[in-house]
């Protein structure tokens, strides 16, 4: 059994698949397979995947297309590695990759999931940073993923014990964020403070093209139903603010519904421990300052609605909103 089996869905990803199996099988560490699942591509990448001359990597087929989450667990049903590394058939690995996660897992029993930073190409060339322990990673959980799925490397160990797969009914964006919450309910996160995963932005991703605000709606109404957080259809709109989903116009009344969010989602942590304290409300603090001075740019008067509904009212962001009020008259007159 090799070391680490590496996990990767092809679908329609044949322009880029046979330098990402490429790319895996650079490694520093050699002692791996790369398990290819195919979910009925109608392109060539099928054919160029077996065109590869190392007998590490392995094509499971498919003669019907059942979704990307379902193609996953097929594969981790075959995985036959004591660590499982999954990757994005259009993505990249540094060779470096395997070995650091590794190594980390070796010497961290209590992690099952371990991650890295990411970096983007292809469209945006940046280095998207994720959290380093598991409670900066709980943190973030309710904002978007604690660990990227296709830079993480998990312990099967876990993933068999609790017979844990990616949700097969779900066939819009998230998947992904939710297995990873899922994962986080019976076992520990981590993320090595380095970019090992290159991330290609472009037409193949799955977002693309679609509405992100209805994809979202839909998420986060799941990711709170995983994690029994009480939230009405309204909290999820609220929440959707936050998050950075902003409609031209907000209205008073929808700031004053966040600022009854972020008490709740306080309230459900202190009372449940599903996150953090300090981590949650570090990062409602920072939402809730971004919407201000978004707010700043667009609205005035709801601005100051949002100044007023803040508890600790800050004396610097009063400050700035009363000289923008101030531009504003002058402009004026």
């Not at 799955?206 to 259809?233: I, K």
């Not at 939402?287 to 803040?310: G, I, K, Y």
């Amino acid at each position: 059994h090799p070391r680490v089996t590496v996990l990767m869905t092809l679908y329609n990803k044949g322009p880029y698949v046979v330098e990402a199996v490429r790319s895996v099988l650079a490694n520093t560490l050699a002692d791996l397979e790369v398990l290819v699942v195919d979910d009925a591509s109608t392109d060539d990448g099928p054919e160029k995947v077996r065109s590869i001359a190392d007998k590490r990597v392995r094509f499971l087929a498919s003669e019907r297309n059942t979704g990307r989450a379902n193609a996953a667990n097929r594969g981790y049903d075959a995985a036959l590695g004591e660590y499982i590394a999954v990757m994005d058939a259009d993505d990249l690995m540094y060779p470096t990759r395997l070995a650091e996660q590794v190594a980390y897992l070796d010497a961290h029993p209590e992690v099952g999931a371990c991650g890295s930073w990411l970096e983007f190409f292809g469209g945006s060339d940046t280095v998207h940073r994720l959290p380093a322990t598991d409670d900066e990673a709980r943190a973030l959980m309710l904002f978007g993923v604690p660990v990227s799925y296709g830079a993480c490397m998990f312990r099967r160990s876990v993933l068999e014990r609790f017979h844990l797969r990616c949700p097969a009914q779900w066939s819009t964006p998230g998947m992904d964020y939710l297995f990873m919450l899922d994962v986080g309910r019976h076992t520990r996160y981590a993320n090595i403070q380095v970019p090992l995963t290159r991330y290609r932005i472009g037409e193949q991703n799955m977002r693309h093209g679609r509405d992100p605000f209805q994809d979202d709606l839909l998420l986060f109404n799941a990711v709170f139903a995983l994690l029994s957080v009480p939230a009405s259809e309204e909290d999820v709109r609220a929440h959707l603010i936050l998050l950075g989903h902003r409609a031209p116009v907000i209205s008073a009344a929808q700031v004053r519904a966040v600022a009854a969010w972020r008490k709740s989602l306080l309230e459900w942590a202190q009372r449940s421990g599903g996150a953090p304290v300090p981590g949650l409300m570090r990062q409602l603090d920072h939402r809730w300052d971004a919407l201000f001075h978004h707010l700043l740019r667009t609205d005035l008067p709801v601005a100051w609605s949002h100044w007023r509904c803040s508890e600790k009212q800050s004396a610097r962001n009063g400050w700035v909103l009363a000289k923008a009020f101030v531009k504003k008259f002058v402009g004026v007159r």
